[in-house]
Nanobody, 124 residues
């Protein structure tokens, strides 16, 4: 079964860290560009970070640059999002998704396989 499964979300205090995982099954994750997105209540889905296939180029939204790091482990067929110095405004459901888009960073509409999401809550 071709799918993406996110994990690693939870409740963390401001300034804390979490590492999200995006595990792929049914396909080789390294062949695709993988993106992390988030959606807070009442807000549009936002692209947070992307990692390209082959060369592993990375992109970060300005809101997370310097705090979040995206990486991939091809042996585990998994992409990670390390989130440090978390802020309350980082609270959202986080999704990973894949695309074969030739563009980088890809437009959101080019992502065609999505995971179910994992909740991240930053609160004291």
């Amino acid at each position: 079964q071709v799918q993406l499964v996110e994990s690693g979300g939870g409740l963390v205090q401001p300034g804390g860290s979490l590492r999200l995982s995006c595990a792929a099954s049914g396909f080789t994750l390294d062949y695709y560009t993988i993106g992390w997105f988030r959606q807070a209540p009442g807000k549009e889905r936002e692209g947070v970070s992307y990692i390209s296939s082959s060369h592993g180029n990375t992109f970060y939204a300005d809101s997370v640059k310097g705090r979040f790091t995206i990486s991939r482990d091809n042996a585990k067929n998994t992409v990670y999002l390390q989130m440090n110095r978390l802020k309350p405004e980082d609270t959202a459901v986080y999704y990973c998704a894949r695309t074969s888009s030739r563009w980088f960073p890809p437009p959101t509409a080019d992502f065609v396989l999505w995971g179910q999401g994992t909740q991240v809550t930053v609160s004291s």
